[in-house]
């Protein structure tokens, strides 16, 4: 009797703490064009239901919708493509065979050498940011921005080539969405070629700003996907944790909150839902998540030191550049103070981009070309902290892969990114962005004398 019920008890444990490995074996992703508006309304309608996992989030005609579907669906959905008379083909014929792909490692790699061939687990992430910063103290500066809800540190860097007062300042932003693989592997590039890049155009970006670059801003949901289900994308809050069997959903799906829907700017006023089974679940409150309410108060505690004039956010995939405001579509997206700077700013950098491997990336407003959003991070930064120059891109890739991008594509994609942002700098920095306020003190000095020689 008293055994039993300690055998119970570690089984009730045991069953609440570990949840199963989630795999994806034999799933397939099909990949489906609408050609009419009738197309469009059915796959809007299998969509809706929440029948079949969707990959893609636009649907219109000639865009390609990719759609994840379990092996006991996948004959429902053949015969009903078949009936409706669409075409489909298939994008992956296994889904955990590219995610297997995805945690392969080089045999022969040197431990001790991080690289960008393969996918760093948020261990060896952290491990090689404590080592940088140990190797680099005359200018990197070890930071942790705050706590997850299950107690990891947001780790990230500030680097600081000049050490000059009133500097300008720049802040990126990684892995809020856990299964977008692709954007901590992007960070960390960017804090390896700001740190020990011979180009002078990098050197040029790293040594004039100051940079506060945050690889994994939501550790709990990136950790999650390597050890129990690559496709999770929010963070792992439990405290919402209730039945989601009405949506033909796991449980699971309600533990957890999507960050970049529960910042105080315009929360849940539109693309963001109060239904914990949700994928867009806003959370209870604004800044109810740690690690939301932890970006925003390092934004704002870092505009006190300086002049923090560009935020960046990666996440994939899509191969966009999204410009603040991600709710105005239109003749609106003027709400944006400085919309045409902004746009054209990323319009020049991605021409840029695109010379490196040949790269589409498309820019606009996520309402103009991706959906409707609210409290995302990047708008509140724009928004509510008033940071002249903000981002989001949607990295690699347009679809093929989703966010399993195999591993020899993270260099490319890196290498395409650094040109974008140098070619961005550049141009904002034509503009008139990026001044300090000593400088533009000095310019205004300048005129005023001209001004009037030329009078007098
Ligand atoms: C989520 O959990 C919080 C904290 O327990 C609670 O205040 C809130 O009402 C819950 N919201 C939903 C939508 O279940
Ligand atoms: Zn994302």
């Known amino acids: 009797m008293y055994l039993k019920h300690i055998f119970f008890i570690l089984y009730f444990i045991f069953t609440i703490t570990k949840s199963e490995y989630v795999s994806y074996r034999k799933y397939k992703v099909y990949k489906v064009i609408p050609e009419t508006e009738k197309n469009v309304q059915i796959l ?13 989030d636009t649907i219109e005609i000639g865009s390609n919708v990719r759609i994840m579907i379990t092996p006991e669906e996948q004959k429902e959905f053949e015969d009903y493509m078949n009936n409706v008379g669409m075409n489909f083909s298939i994008a992956i014929n296994d889904v955990q065979d590219a995610i297997d792909a995805q945690l392969y490692r080089p045999p022969n790699r040197d431990t001790s050498e991080y690289a960008w061939d393969y996918y760093q687990t948020l261990e060896e992430i952290y491990d090689w940011v404590d080592k940088i910063a140990e190797q680099h103290t005359d200018v990197v500066t070890l930071v942790t921005m705050g706590y997850s809800v299950e107690g990891r540190p947001i780790k990230g860097v500030k680097i600081d080539h000049k050490k000059r007062a009133n500097s300008t300042i720049g802040m990126i932003e990684g892995g809020i969405h856990a299964r977008e693989w692709i954007s901590p592997a992007t960070t960390t590039w960017i804090i390896k070629e700001f740190l020990t890049s011979t180009n002078p155009d990098v050197r040029f970006i790293a040594e004039n700003i100051v940079w506060h670059i945050f690889p994994v801003t939501n550790p709990d949901g990136y950790v999650y996907t ?23 959903l796991n449980d699971d799906m ?51 030191e300086g002049n923090l004039v560009f935020y960046y956010a990666f996440h994939s995939f899509s191969q966009l550049v999204l410009v603040p405001f991600s709710h105005v579509g239109g003749a609106d997206v003027l709400a944006a103070p400085n919309y045409g700077d902004l746009y054209e700013i990323a319009i020049k950098g991605m021409e840029k981009l695109k010379l490196r491997h040949g790269t589409d990336y498309i820019v606009g407003t996520s309402a103009d070309i991706l959906y409707e959003v609210s409290g995302s991070s990047f708008d509140w930064v724009k928004g509510d902290a008033h940071v002249p120059i903000v981002y989001l891109f949607e990295l690699r890739d347009d679809g093929n892969y989703g966010f399993l ?45 001209l001004s009037l020689i030329v009078i007098l």
């Not at 390597?226 to 033909?248: D, G, H, I």
């Not at 957890?256 to 539109?270: H, K, S």
């Not at 970006?295 to 870092?302: D, E, F, G, Q, S």
């Open 44 to 56: 809007v309608d299998l969509q809706k239901n929440n029948h079949f996992t969707f990959w893609s």
């Open 226 to 248: 390597f050890t129990n289900n690559r496709m999770w994308r929010k963070n792992r809050n439990t405290a919402n944790f209730t039945s989601c069997a009405q949506w033909n």
């Open 254 to 304: 309600s533990n957890g909150i999507d960050l970049n829907r529960n910042f105080g700017f315009l929360w849940m006023t539109t693309g963001a839902s109060s239904n914990p089974c949700s994928e867009i679940f806003a959370g209870p409150t604004p800044f109810s998540e740690p690690e939301a309410l932890s970006i925003a108060t390092y934004v704002n505690k870092i505009q006190e």
């Open 405 to 449: 991008l195999p591993a020899p594509l993270i260099v490319p994609n890196n290498e395409e990114i650094i040109d974008g942002l140098i070619e961005m700098d550049r141009v904002a920095r034509a503009i008139g962005y990026y001044r300090s306020s000593g400088y533009y003190f000095k310019i205004n000095v300048v005129v005023l004398i």
